[in-house]
């Protein structure tokens, strides 16, 4: 099946690769069926090595395509370059073995992670990893394999970002700016790149259930709006979001929102204030609406990082 509402149609053939990060679970597992269903090649990339094998198990003896592992972790700040060169190692030793060589066609920058904590009580070794992996990953992936696809003549790569770049975020503040800074980033790269036969998407998904979600919220409880909100369909499955984001790029959306409660909410969001949206984010992430400065002082002492 090719994906005919590209800017470039982008068959699978034995040599088109997708390359997902965060492949180890969630929606990042959920990419790794839907594009291999497709009879695209796989490169996928997480920490968990093991996990990694199974996946790579599980496509290659379901949808009988070939699956390249990189064990890669993507928070440190050479990340971008490492998984660069590893993949092109891999790439090298496929060819050697087969005289095919592996080109990426797709990119899916999936990975990333949360503080769900007032900023200050956040110890400051884990913003630097988030940073690193939300956005220094996904700026160095995507220039790394952009200019590749613009020579190829031909590419896709989706940003995963959130509702949560859309407005503040109290209480999961560093989250919701880096998303903010991929949904800009992103969106740009859309419009640059419209003479081209190469695509940047950005998929924006509200909350749902998943391995991501239950690490942000752990040790809330069922305090969180996560496990609690009522309106049917908000908590959407990873495999509608990633079917969402899969479909969006195909088509060359700049920003892909997945379900009608979102795309609603995301409209509204210019017109509500910054007290609503405060009191939103609040909401979303079970954090109390009034804080004291000694609570504050009291829990960053408790961090792992010395502030003073």
Known sequence: MGTDHLRCKIE?????????TGASSGLGTDFCHLLAKKGFNLIIVARREDRLAEIKKEMEGKYKIHVI???????????ALNMYMKVQIANTDHFNSTKIMPEVVLLI????IACVDPFVCVPMEKIE????LNNAAVVGNTRLYLKDMIDMGRGAILNVASIAGAGPQPGNSIYGASKAFVRSFSMSLNYELRHTNVTVSCLSPGAFRSEFADKAVKG?????ILYTWPVPGMCSSSLMVANAGISGLWAGKAEIVPGFFYKLLMALVPYLSNNVL??????LWSQPSKITGKELNNAAEKSMYNFK
């Open 220 to 224: 809330k409880g069922n305090q969180s």
């Open 109 to 112: 920058n999936n990975a990333g």
């Open 12 to 20: 699978p053939t034995q040599s088109t690769y997708a390359l997902i």
């Open 278 to 283: 405060n009191w939103c984010s609040v909401l």
């Open 129 to 132: 990893n988030l940073l690193n």
């Open 69 to 79: 592992v990189i064990c890669q972790d993507l928070g440190d700040g050479a990340s």
